[in-house]
Structure formats: C-alpha cells, structure tokens
C-alpha cells in the first residue's frame, strides 16, 4: 500500500497528492496493526478485525489507486486481488484468523459504555 501511495505522487495533482497521503498513512497504520493493536482500534476500527471487512477495506484502497497509469493500475490491482482473498478467506471455516485479529474481537455490541 505505501508503494501504491509513493506513485501517486509522480504525477503532481492535487488529487494524487492527497491520494498519495492518505494511501500512505492506511498502508502504515495497516503495518502497524500486525504487530501492536492500540486499544482505540479495536473500538472504532472493529473492522479490519475480520476478513471479510479487512478484504472491503482492501478492495477500497485498491479502487483509490487505480488511474491511468500502468504503474497505478498495477498497485490498485494487487491490493484490491488482496482484498477479494481476504474476503473469500471469510466463507472458508477451516481457516482460522491470525492471532492480530481475534485479539480485539469481542463480538458484536461488547463496546463497554
């Protein structure tokens, strides 16, 4: 992901920079999940705490980066083919998620108010 987010800046546009920035900074918080989970994560990013919503957010980024270019197409493409393969991870039950994302996994409505 932070690859696909350094080549949106080699085209200078307003647009590519902020895409670049925010695929940037997914790419390493992404990172960093795998090997520190901040307790506020799991709270409002419960998400990327499943495969399926780990794959949509995959899917998502991916769609950010496709443009024009071969090199964009070519990062777009490889982190949304990530995405579909987290996401088909989901349906298969004998795989089990890695221990990064069953830590924070406490089930629907367990948010302590």
Sequence with gaps: MVLGGISQ????TIKGIIIGVYVIIFGLANAGLEFQIPPYVARYASFLFSFLGRGIFY???????????????????????????????????????????????????????
């Design 59 to 113: 899917v998502f980024v991916g769609s950010i980066l496709l443009s024009n270019k071969w090199y964009d197409i070519v990062a777009g493409t490889i982190i949304g083919a990530a995405g579909v393969g987290y996401a088909v991870l989901e349906y298969i039950p004998q795989i089990e998620p890695p221990a990064n994302m069953r830590e924070a996994d406490a089930g629907w409505g367990a948010e302590q108010i």
């Design 9 to 12: 800046f080699f085209t200078i």
